[in-house]
């Protein structure tokens, strides 16, 4: 009881007032208390991710084994986990070239460079056809094989260079072009993110469609302002009150200066309000949180 | 007349002297700025030249032999960051044209120390203060047995009602307790309802399925699951699995839980945590299978899309009220109360303040910080 | 008639998706060429950054991913080209992990093919740090201990345009490119609200209800609101001789518009259905 009751309780009360005192005390050890303290959350969510991982893959594999119903989703949940896993930590990709020593037929290099580079061969020769220098020059141009980069590496020592063929740092893989891990989320995750994003604009139709009815009063004000800011958000609503001469005395019902009037103004205000009951009811839960009087969280009553 | 051509030429000689040591005399003079709460921060002023001279500025920490170079500092009045708690010394160095050192200078020892209390946060200070104990008051007095009167929350109400629907047709609920990590309060108030919720499909015996994009949220959330389902006395009820991760990303999460509505097309839908662009997706996709749905965020964004395909929505406070709303204990009620109180207090800040400013009367700005 | 009107009220939302679809995709194909007009809250971000003076270094950061890129990303090359036409030198990080693939392209594209700036000295890549808002109360102190190496692993200390940056107090403009947390709350509460350093920001179109208290309350200079948002600051470049063509967020604007207008006559339609239904259940 001790154990699962006071103990929690007590680190919630002495890290969240030692957390709310040192956005007030500028002194060390305070003033990187918050820094330190987000980021050992940090780590601990970062390991608890395996957690996570492991749970889906008991769960897919699971479903998989026993055939339960829509097993084949599963299985393309396994295959996509594993072979991001795979690209991630085995697989790395991005071979690189390291030219070492243009050797006696810099032309044949350079030839051979701007044909594989697809640059010409003044830009070629003015940026590797230079005396060696320590540790040489860097081709810029990555594969995804060793083979590919070994294949270019043999044109190149029959053309007399002297080339040694590298490979991206454990890590950089991450970060860099035409690496396995780069080309999953080039032509995987970007599009089937943007593809989920995309379904907001079919959503606004069909929630608009059902939701935004004449019931009463307050709908009706709803309806009308949804509509200005809806077509004066968009060249559309220019053009059509275009014709309201922007200095005259009708000119706040061009529908681009009325949203933005709408926008700026009614809008905000209710924003503001609405953020200042969030941000009161943050502090609430907060401090009864902090002060032990919320703990069904820990799942006690 | 000897005697005076020998005082003419001292008197002379002392005129070039004086003038040289006017003329050429470099000085750089450091003052600890005690505005800034964090330290750190010293005016420097070099004085004995012009802004036509080359010069550079370089500083030495403690027992440092070497001096480093501060590269930013082209003005003769500069404000500089300084590292807090140890002695450091500034120097000004002129060259000529041909980076040959003319003269140089370096200032007294210094020291600059962070406060113990930024003074600028007083006003937030006292409003801390002041909300603790507004609220800590109205925890005892209700603790005292007094009641405490909440207007009634139709989204709130309608958690039994939806949980019964679900029990009634066969199928089982849902709950998503938002995208973020634990460190968010909506995320906390979101599990705490999850315990409410687990509650009644415990005694309803109704299946209840948690998918979440976070794995610290996916331990919390069966721990609380697991102890709800024990509460009720319906341990053998409870399976770990209801609680499940699915992944960290926001896109991909809104596909998989879309996915789980569509194929197990539950009667009841819980959105109660924070969100982000995802809500109207998953909202809409909720809407299409009939189930029923009840959303609840701190996430002011969202709210428009909540209301408009969900059908309960707990806005803003009423989210964060539904602890104590759904336990009617009195110490949470209080607390309540506490908030409310504070919340009257701020509308009668602002008037006051757009009353002032109206006026011109800017101190009550200032003195709020 | 009266069946037929209640029944407007029922179209099968497949339908709206299929119209949504098709008057999305044919301004793509064949463009009205409709005029943008740039509204206040973009203008005053523009000229937040047209005010920036030459030597102060401006740092941006892409905090967003690729599901929010064709609403962020224009605003980014936008103001990339604003920067570099102006001649500032421009410091990048960022607060998620897929700013960085945002970041590279984007540099590609404006910093390497158009301007052939040197990275190092014109710009730099400071490359992703996870921390989400500790990364920018680090940075509020000192740069090296939270950025020891760039996104190419250079070490900071060797990158000319990092001399003389200690800390974010030596940098003269903050600009955040965010599509939700974290992004421009955070960089407001924790950096130029307690720092005093101008910033501005561009939003998704979801998140500008969120901002706008703080635009309005002067702690951010102006906002690009979105697309269209995007699309007026386009327009700003084009009119100020800064970039000769609009992009491609203003050239989006047709199919947004029209996109609009067709859901606002969905509500119509709606609308005019509730009330046959209405005036049907008050007859009997």
């Known amino acids: 009881m001790f154990l699962k009751r006071y103990i929690p309780l007590a680190i919630v009360f002495v890290v969240g007032v030692t957390m709310l005192a040192s956005w007030f005390i500028p002194h060390s050890p305070f003033d990187a208390f918050e820094i330190h303290a987000t980021q050992w959350f940090d780590i601990i969510a970062s390991f608890a991710m395996i957690l996570g991982a492991l749970n889906l893959l008991k769960i897919q594999s699971s479903k998989l084994i026993h055939r339960k119903r829509d097993w084949q989703y599963s299985l393309a949940a396994i295959l996509g986990f594993f072979l991001t896993l795979t690209f991630g930590f085995i697989l790395k990709g991005g071979h690189f070239l390291v030219l070492k020593d243009v050797g006696n037929n810099p032309t044949a290099v350079v030839n051979e460079l701007s044909q594989e580079l697809q640059i010409d061969n003044k830009i070629a020769n003015n940026i590797y056809a230079i005396p060696e220098t320590g540790d040489g020059i860097k081709i810029k141009k990555q594969y995804y094989t060793q083979n590919k980069a070994i294949e270019f590496k043999n044109r190149l020592e029959t053309a007399g260079a002297v080339v040694e063929v590298k490979e991206v740092i454990w890590g950089g893989h991450l970060q860099q072009n035409n690496t396995y891990f780069a080309w999953i989320f080039k032509n995987v995750f970007t599009p089937l993110s943007a593809t989920m994003f995309a379904l907001l604009a079919f959503f606004v139709a069909s929630a608009s469609y059902r939701a935004f009815k004449v019931r009463n009063l307050e709908a009706t004000i709803l309806l009308v302002a949804g509509i200005i800011i809806m077509i004066g958000r968009v060249p559309l609503g220019v053009f059509i009150t275009n014709w309201i001469p922007r200095t005259s005395f009708f000119s706040f019902l061009r529908l681009e200066i009325l949203q933005e009037w709408i926008y700026q103004y009614p809008n905000a205000a209710g924003a503001r309000a609405i953020m200042i009951g969030i941000g009161l009811g943050i502090v609430g839960t907060s401090l009864r949180v902090i002060l032990g009087i919320e703990k069904s969280f820990l799942g006690e009553k | 007349m000897k005697n005076r051509g020998i005082w003419l030429k001292i008197f002379l000689l002392f005129i070039l002297i004086f003038n040289f040591a006017i003329g050429g005399e470099i000085n750089i003079n450091v003052e600890v700025d005690k505005s800034d709460a964090e330290g750190q921060l010293v005016n420097m002023l070099i004085t004995g030249i012009d802004n036509t001279t080359n010069f550079k500025v370089f500083k030495k920490l403690g027992d440092e032999s070497q001096w480093i170079e501060l590269k930013s500092i082209n003005k003769l009045s500069s404000k500089i960051y300084i590292k807090n708690d140890i002695l450091t010394s500034l120097k000004v160095v002129t060259y000529d044209d041909n980076e040959k050192i003319i003269e140089e200078a370096i200032s007294e020892l210094f020291i600059t120390k962070a406060q113990w209390f930024n003074t600028s946060r007083l006003a937030k200070f006292i409003f801390l203060l002041v909300t603790s104990f507004l609220i800590l008051f109205y925890i005892e007095k209700a603790k005292k047995k007094k009641e405490i009167y909440l207007r009634p929350i139709a989204g709130l109400k309608a958690f039994e009602e939806a949980v019964g629907r679900a029990t009634e047709m066969g199928k089982s609920v849902l709950f998503v307790p938002g995208i973020m990590d634990l460190d968010q309060v909506e995320t906390i108030s979101g599990i705490i309802i999850l315990g409410y919720v687990s509650k009644m499909t415990a005694r309803y015996e109704t299946d209840l399925n948690v998918p979440v994009a976070r794995s610290i949220v996916m331990e919390a959330g069966k721990e609380i699951v697991r102890e709800s389902y024990m509460s009720e006395g319906r341990p053998d009820q409870f399976n770990s699995d209801m609680v499940h991760y699915l992944t960290d990303d926001q896109f991909a999460y809104a596909a998989g839980v879309n996915g789980i509505m569509l194929r197990e097309k539950p009667a009841a839908v819980f959105m109660q945590g924070k969100f982000y662009a995802e809500s109207l997706i998953l909202a809409e996709t909720g809407n299409s299978i009939g189930a029923i749905q009840i959303a609840g965020t701190g996430s002011q964004a969202q709210l428009p899309f909540f209301i408009t395909a969900c059908d309960y929505t707990l806005i803003g406070e009423e989210f964060f009220a539904a602890s104590a709303y759904l336990s009617q204990d009195p110490k949470l009620l209080g607390s309540i109360k506490g908030q409310d109180m504070v919340k009257a207090a701020i509308m009668i800040i602002i008037v006051v303040g757009v009353v002032f400013e109206s006026f011109g009367a800017e101190f009550f700005k200032k003195l709020l910080g | ?284």
């Open chain 3, 1 to 284: 008639m009266s069946k037929f009107l209640e029944n407007l009220g029922s179209i099968d939302r497949r339908y709206i998706f299929l119209i949504i679809a098709i008057v999305v995709f044919l301004p793509l194909i064949f463009p009205l060429g409709l005029p943008v007009e740039p509204t206040n809250l973009t203008i005053d971000s523009f000229n937040a950054i047209d005010k920036i003076p030459k030597d102060e270094k401006v740092l941006i950061s892409f905090d967003y991913g690729p599901s929010t890129k064709p609403e962020i990303h224009p605003m980014a090359i936008a103001i990339l080209r604003h920067l570099f036409t102006n001649g500032n030198r421009v410091i990048i990080i960022c607060l998620w992990p897929d700013g960085l693939f945002m970041a590279r392209q984007a540099l590609q594209q404006v910093a390497v093919e158009e301007f052939d700036l040197t990275y190092g000295v014109d710009y730099v890549n400071l490359g992703y740090r996870p921390g989400n808002e500790a990364v920018i109360k680090g940075i509020t102190r000192s740069f090296p201990a939270n950025f020891a190496v760039d996104s190419r692993a250079i070490e900071i200390k060797e990158i000319p345009l990092m001399n003389g940056v200690q800390s974010l107090k030596d940098i003269g403009f903050i600009f955040s490119l965010s599509a939700g947390y974290p992004g421009s709350v955070e960089w407001v509460q924790y950096a130029s609200n307690p720092l005093k350093i101008k910033t501005s920001t561009g939003v998704t179109s979801i998140q500008v209800n969120e901002i706008l208290p703080y635009v309005t309350s002067g702690l951010l200079q102006g906002i690009i609101a979105g697309m269209p948002g995007a699309a007026e600051y386009e327009q700003l470049l084009v009119n100020n001789d800064i970039h000769p063509v609009i992009g491609k967020a203003g050239k989006s604007m047709d199919a947004q518009s029209i996109a609009h207008l067709v859901i606002v006559l969905f509500i119509v339609i709606g609308n005019i259905s509730y009330f046959a239904k209405r005036k049907k259940e008050k007859k009997y």
